[in-house]
């Protein structure tokens, strides 16, 4: 049923579900800023699908009035692209975390981005396996100290902007958790985005990784002057890790994968070929 539009408040999209995660975790600033700007933008419920994978920000679906997908660790993306083809006309988020998109389901984000299917996908970046117990991540720094990792992590941390501007995803932009106001703004503009649209929410892990001393000495705000179209300076900027830098790297317009799949239907139908449940009904 469809809520009329002056009820959806922030509060509309709450659950009677309330999150259980660590007092102080980085994703209650994520889903708040979640909430703000589906009020925002007006989203009716009905008309919003919100697919996770696993992991403590895998459980995000269930906080958000919705249809909603609690899928496979690092499969958001294949469930979002068959939601998204099935019915364009939703809404389609994605949310999980950094092991979540870059660890297991690393292999599809290349191929959703190049596809440039129409929805966006919020990584809560903690640089840690939270539910797991703080195992290292992808994300993870050089000399992070776990479990897993009881000398330090040897290897280079991926640059997740970075992977997704080479990767032509068509919005690029990163945030931080505890900045819940100008989130809520990156949030809505890649909603609003035609296209695969990626935001990197730095949300730090408080009982594995507790960043929340280092993160703000090292925010930037993205200049005003920087050219969200030109890719080579998006990727340019995406490599000052030394800071965090909040905002957009980089976006363009292309068309978007259900529109060429329509495209693809339109021209078979034209030529004759049988729909798929002509085919199936001839073995039925
Ligand atoms: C196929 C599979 N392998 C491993 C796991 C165990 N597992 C669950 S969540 C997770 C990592 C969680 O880290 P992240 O995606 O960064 O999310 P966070 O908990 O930090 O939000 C792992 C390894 C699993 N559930 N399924
Ligand atoms: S373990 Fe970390 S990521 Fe998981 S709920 Fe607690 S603070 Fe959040």
Redesign the pocket.
């Known amino acids: 049923m469809s809520v009329p539009v002056a009820e959806l408040t922030p509060q509309a999209y709450k659950t009677e579900e309330h999150p259980i995660w660590c007092p102080g975790c980085g ?1 209650f600033g994520v889903l708040d800023s979640l909430y703000k700007s589906l009020a925002g933008l007006k989203i009716d419920p009905k008309d919003l699908v919100v697919i996770s ?6 459980r995000t679906p269930g906080f958000i009035q919705s249809y909603g997908f609690h899928s ?3 499969r958001v993306l294949p469930v979002a692209l068959g939601v998204k083809i099935a019915n364009p006309a939703l809404c389609v988020i994605g949310v ?6 870059f ?2 389901g690393g292999g599809h984000i290349p191929h959703a981005a190049r596809r440039n299917l129409d929805m966006a996908y919020i990584i ?1 970046d ?1 640089s ?5 117990k703080g ?1 290292y ?1 992808p994300t993870s720094p050089v000399g992070y100290q776990a479990g897993s990792t009881p000398y330090g992590s040897i290897e280079q941390p991926l640059n997740p902007v970075a992977m997704l501007i080479a990767y032509g995803a068509t919005f690029v932009g990163q945030g931080y958790s505890g900045k819940p106001r100008e989130l809520a703004e990156l949030i809505s503009r890649a909603i609003q985005h035609k296209g695969f649209a990626f935001l990197n929410v730095i949300s730090p ?1 408080i009982t594995f990784n507790n960043t929340y001393k280092v993160i703000p000495q090292k925010l930037r705000e993205i200049p005003n002057d920087h050219d969200v179209t030109n890719r080579a300076k998006a990727f340019e900027l995406a490599l000052h890790t030394e800071h965090v830098q909040m905002g957009v790297f980089y976006q363009a317009q292309l068309p978007t994968f259900e529109e060429g799949v329509n495209q693809v239907v339109q021209k078979a139908q034209a030529a004759g070929q049988p729909r798929l449940d002509m085919i199936f009904a001839e073995f039925s």
């Open positions: 994703d994978g696993i992991g403590c920000s895998g496979l660790h690092g999980g975390g950094d092991g979540d998109g660890a297991i809560m903690n840690t396996y939270g539910l797991t195992q991540s892990c």
